[in-house]
T-cell receptor, first 113, second 117 residues
């Protein structure tokens, strides 16, 4: 079946370093991807999205890269801060009229002071 | 704050019981989706409601049902609870039928944590 997976379940970085969280997706028909941040006890929070006609999109301190050739997605966080500590999910949508997001398992980002 | 509110925040039930979870969508949003998130996992899509009609469903049995009201608030009902139904249930609203809506994002509530004993 369709799936979105993450290469690393946990990532530990030093405050101020850059973080890279990776994600592989299996459905080549997926045309929309979103990164979510989920802090303990809270719902997922939208970070950044990218459509399949793009390969890079930048936000504030975050950049998403999409490589459709190898079906790979990454989230880069610049100058990681303690407040960035959370679980990060990538999610994909493969068309249709619903908001059916297919989430991966998640990566726990731990920022060390 | 996303403007999506869910209730109750926590609840405990026993096997075989029924539960109703509630969600108030963000003002102006006519689409509500429900997700189940087991501990340590990503959210799994249950179903979506658009203008009071179910218009998409994930791989969940019929004992998971829902409603959407004219004010776009929504309920998730689960009958004959099983131990594996223990999870965080998330509601998300959006301003359009598809996730590829003008803003392209879903607004999630904080969730309802259900424990089935």
């Amino acid at each position: 079946g369709e799936s979105v997976g993450l290469h690393l379940p946990t990532l530990s970085v030093q405050e101020g370093d850059n973080s890279i969280i990776n994600c592989a997706y299996s459905n080549s028909a997926s045309d929309y991807f979103i990164w979510y941040k989920q802090e303990s006890g809270k719902g997922p929070q939208f970070i950044i999205d990218i459509r399949s006609n793009m390969d890079k999109r930048q936000g504030q301190r975050v950049t998403v890269l999409l490589n459709k050739t190898v079906k790979h997605l990454s989230l880069q966080i610049a100058a990681t801060q303690p407040g960035d500590s959370a679980v990060y999910f990538c999610a994909e949508i493969s068309g249709g009229a619903t908001n059916k997001l297919i989430f991966g398992t998640g990566t726990l980002l731990a920022v060390q002071p | 704050e996303t403007g999506v509110t869910q209730s109750p925040t926590h609840l405990i039930k026993t096997r075989g019981q029924q539960v109703t979870l509630r969600c108030s969508s963000q003002s102006g949003h006519n689409t509500v989706s429900w997700y189940q998130q087991a501990l340590g996992q990503g959210p799994q899509f249950i179903f979506q409601y658009y203008r009071e009609e179910e218009n998409g469903r994930g791989n969940f049995p019929p004992r998971f049902s829902g409603l959407q009201f004219p004010n776009y608030s929504s309920e998730l009902n689960v009958n004959a609870l099983e131990l594996d139904d223990s999870a965080l249930y998330l509601c998300a609203s959006s301003p359009g039928q598809g996730a590829k809506s003008p803003t392209g994002e879903l607004f999630f509530g904080e969730g309802s944590r259900l424990t089935v004993l």
